[in-house]
């Protein structure tokens, strides 16, 4: 997620951090570099000329200029400002009517509306005991409404029964009197989506929305797209009034463009982004959070929230015990390994962390993915208790035997075993010296 734009950011901030003392023009210099930076990564050019005509005053500010960690103090005022420019409050969903509260889903054609529509029932089911009806509207492409029902069923979400040839509006009065009947506190209209912006789609959004009256118009739009999606949203905003937005496959956006332009260009919150194609792959839209990952400081809040929702807690306690004195053994790794299928694999856990651009391309070389994951368990399934706590020991004979056990061949094994003694090696730096990795002590703490 946004690791293009990170890795610039970095870059910057770590030749910044660098400097003892800072005059005007090194400032000037590197305010131009991020302005680079963001037009690389896809922002829009309104959104750029905010963000730097905000930073600038501040950065050349004298207490910046005269203090001893100016490279520090800009990097606090970036932050700022990406945070106001973002939305600076979370926004949730308004559910505040008298039940059920409609939501209506728009936008183009495989943005990600069928698959958000269930993972918003999910999310309200878990996190505000509602109960939603889910309802497609998506007439036109051949077995969307199926889509969605299959989708509903598989995950226990209500859904309307689907009727044959029904028109959208007929469908909305359906939907209005079943969610009275069986008492939804939510219904969430899934609309039909073209693959572009056309008058017949507008024209239909609107007749749907004045039959409706949903409390929430959202877009659902594709944040690959970049600033594509932010005209997407421009347009609708002008003829449908939206309410909210959600980004769709954030999980897959390098440059960061669309998340970075919405608010700001649209006037529209974002209120939720979609991290993958899994039901609950969606997330609330904190804009200090992202603002905290575009800017390579890692989102250690949702990261340590994440772990205490998924996780063992006592098991990652031990680990980290282990970590720090030294004693990691492949038991820690295996629990470590298992702790981060959990965490949706590496790429979820790595994802999060702060200033960890540098270790993940190490991580991409070693070619850790979930697979390898699951083939990694099953090697060390067939160590024996003493081969676990001390790998070393691990020679050809021994190797064949757990080669045998595992189904993996010994070159794999070879593979995890050099993968573990480089891991061990860098957490070992990382548990010493997490300052020079990025990590500032006090948040490496809480991660203990
Ligand atoms: N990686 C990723 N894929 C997504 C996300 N949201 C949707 N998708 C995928 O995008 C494709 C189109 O989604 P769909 O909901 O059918 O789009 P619709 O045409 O707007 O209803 C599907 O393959 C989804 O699995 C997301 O947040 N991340
Ligand atoms: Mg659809």
Redesign the pocket.
């Known amino acids: 997620m946004f690791e293009n734009l990170t890795n610039k950011f970095e870059e910057i901030f770590s030749s910044l951090k660098k400097a003892p003392s800072l005059n005007e023009a090194q400032v000037d210099e590197g305010l131009a570099k991020i302005r680079l930076a963001l037009l690389e990564a896809d922002v829009a050019l309104s959104v750029v000329k905010e963000l730097i005509k905000n930073i600038k005053p501040r950065a050349i500010g004298q207490e910046i200029i005269r203090s001893t960690s100016p490279g520090q103090m800009i990097v606090k005022v970036v932050f700022d400002e990406v945070v106001k420019i973002l939305g600076e409050a979370k926004s949730e969903l308004n559910l505040n009517v008298v039940p059920p509260a409609c939501l209506m889903l728009v936008?183009?054609?495989?943005?990600?509306?069928?698959?958000?529509?269930a993972?918003i029932a999910k999310y309200l089911e878990k996190k505000n005991n509602k109960k939603s009806l889910l309802v497609s509207l998506?007439v036109y492409?051949p077995a969307?409404q199926e889509?969605l029902n299959t989708l509903g069923e598989k995950n226990s979400i209500q859904t309307l029964p689907i009727v044959k040839d029904q028109l959208p509006i007929d469908i909305v009065k359906r939907a209005l009197s079943a969610a009275t009947l069986n008492g939804s506190d939510i219904i969430i209209f899934?609309t039909a989506?073209r693959t572009q912006v056309d008058l017949a789609m507008m024209n239909e959004i609107k007749e749907i929305k004045s039959l409706a009256n949903p409390i929430e118009t959202i877009l659902?739009a594709?944040s690959l797209t970049g600033q594509v999606a932010v005209n997407v949203a421009q347009e609708f905003k002008k003829a449908v009034d939206l309410t909210g937005i959600i980004l769709?496959?954030?999980?897959?956006d390098g440059r960061g463009g669309a998340a970075l332009s919405m608010k700001f260009a649209t006037n529209t919150p974002i209120k939720f982004?979609?991290?993958?194609?899994k039901i609950e792959?969606?997330d609330i839209f904190h804009p200090d959070r992202i603002a905290n990952r575009i800017l390579g400081m890692g989102d250690v809040v949702s990261l340590v929230e994440k772990a205490a929702q998924d996780l063992d807690e006592e098991k990652i306690k031990e680990t980290e015990k282990n970590l720090r004195t030294g004693s990691f053994s492949m038991e820690d790794y295996l629990s470590q390994l298992r702790q981060m299928k959990k965490m949706g694999g590496m790429e979820g856990v790595l994802s999060m962390l702060p200033g960890v651009s540098k270790i993940k391309k190490q991580m991409d070389n070693a070619n850790i993915d979930e697979n390898i994951i699951k083939v990694n368990e099953a090697i060390i399934l067939s160590m024996t208790k003493e081969e676990r706590l001390d790998p070393k020991i691990i020679n050809g004979s021994r190797k064949k035997r757990i080669s045998g056990g595992s189904g993996a061949d010994p070159a794999t094994i070879n593979k995890l075993l050099k993968q573990f003694k480089m891991m061990t090696n860098m957490m070992k730096k990382m548990s010493k010296g997490g300052h020079e990795e990025g990590i500032p002590p006090e948040i490496f703490n809480q991660l203990k």
């Open positions: 936008g183009l054609q495989g943005s990600g509306k069928t698959t958000s529509a993972k998506d492409r969307a889509q899934d989506g659902v594709d769709t496959r954030v999980d897959g982004i979609g991290t993958g194609e792959e969606i």
